[in-house]
């Protein structure tokens, strides 16, 4: 059984930071590329930035310069840090990871619950 665990959301005015954190727990051979992604009201769900387990990222033109996704591969643990937050970044964000839980299986993607972040004054 795999978990992906968020935290870090809540509620913060314009030009604010805030940090997610996600960390994967269970039966896990390794993990490949992990990410966030978010989803506002009415809208579908969008790629916010990737990182690869080398290291490689990428960023939706609308976040670049303003956060910044990393990993510790120790602790299987993906990080977002959001700075000069907007209102347009109110969503729920929502962590991803693609790992094999043995050696044998395929290798699937797997979603944490989704946590809020609202940008509001």
């Known amino acids: 059984q795999v978990q992906l665990v968020e935290s870090g959301g809540g509620l913060v005015q314009p030009g604010g930071s805030l940090r997610l954190s996600c960390a994967v727990s269970g039966s896990i051979f390794s993990i490949y590329a992990m990410g966030w992604y978010r989803q506002a009201p009415g809208k579908q769900r969008e790629v916010v930035a990737t990182i690869t387990s080398g290291g490689m990222t990428n960023y939706a033109d609308s976040v670049k310069g303003r956060f910044t996704i990393s990993r510790d591969n120790a602790k299987n643990t993906v990080y977002l840090q959001m700075n000069s937050l907007k209102p347009e970044d109110t969503a729920v964000y929502y962590c991803?990871?693609?790992?094999?839980?043995?050696?044998?299986?395929?290798?699937?993607?797997?979603w944490g619950q989704g946590t809020q972040v609202t940008v509001s004054s």
């Open positions: 991803n990871a693609d790992l094999k839980t043995t050696i044998v299986t395929k290798r699937k993607n797997y």
